[in-house]
C-alpha cells in the first residue's frame, strides 16, 4: 500500500513559523515520523510540499497513477480553493483533510474548508499528529476496503 503525504503553502516554514501554534518540529522531522509510522502501518509513505497551487493539483492528478490514498494539509488554500477541491474530486482515491491547528478555534475565514465535502475524513487540532492520526484512519479505512 502506498500513500502520499502532501503539504500546503508555508508547511515548509514548519519550525520556526508560529512555534506556539504550529510546534518547533520541523516539516522534515515530521515527514521523518510519518514515513516511520507508515513502516509500522506496513506502508510506504512518500511526502511532497507545495507553496503552488497548481505544484499541489499535479502532485494531486500524479497520485491517482500510483497511491492508494493521500493524506493532505492544504494550508490556506483550504479556504480559497475550487480548484483544489475539484482535483481531490477527480482522482478518485480516497483523501484525509488535516490540520496542525483548530481551525474552529481561530478566524472566521478558516472555519470554512472547500476540501472537505471531498474528503472521506478530516482530523485538526492535534499538531503533527494530526497527520499522523490521518495516516492511521487512511490506512485503516483502505485495510478495511481491501477485507470486503
Same mark, same amino acid.
Given at each position: ?37 507508515? @513502516? !509500522? =502501518?506496513?506502508?510506504? *509513505? ?7 497551487? $497548481?505544484?499541489?493539483?499535479? %502532485? &494531486? ?50 472555519? @470554512? !474548508? =472547500?476540501?472537505?465535502? *471531498? ?7 492535534? $499538531?503533527?499528529?494530526?497527520? %499522523? &492520526? ?15
Amino acid at each position: 500500500m502506498k500513500i502520499m503525504v502532501l503539504h500546503g503553502p508555508n508547511l515548509n516554514l514548519l519550525g520556526k513559523r508560529e512555534p506556539d501554534m504550529y510546534g518547533k518540529l520541523t516539516l522534515d522531522e515530521i515527514n521523518t515520523r510519518l514515513m516511520e509510522l507508515g @513502516k !509500522s =502501518l506496513g506502508v510506504e *509513505v512518500t511526502c511532497r510540499q507545495s507553496n503552488h497551487e $497548481g505544484d499541489l493539483i499535479d %502532485a &494531486l492528478h500524479e497520485a491517482r497513477n500510483w497511491a492508494d490514498g493521500v493524506t493532505f494539509n492544504p494550508g490556506g488554500y483550504t479556504h480559497t480553493s475550487v480548484a483544489l477541491r475539484d482535483a481531490v474530486a477527480a482522482i478518485g482515491i480516497p483523501v484525509v483533510e488535516v490540520h496542525m491547528s483548530n481551525v474552529y478555534a481561530r478566524e472566521e475565514f478558516r472555519h @470554512k !474548508s =472547500l476540501i472537505s465535502a *471531498v474528503c472521506r475524513g478530516k482530523v485538526i487540532g492535534f $499538531g503533527w499528529q494530526s497527520y %499522523a &492520526l490521518g495516516l492511521r484512519a487512511l490506512v485503516d479505512l483502505l485495510q478495511t476496503s481491501m477485507e470486503l
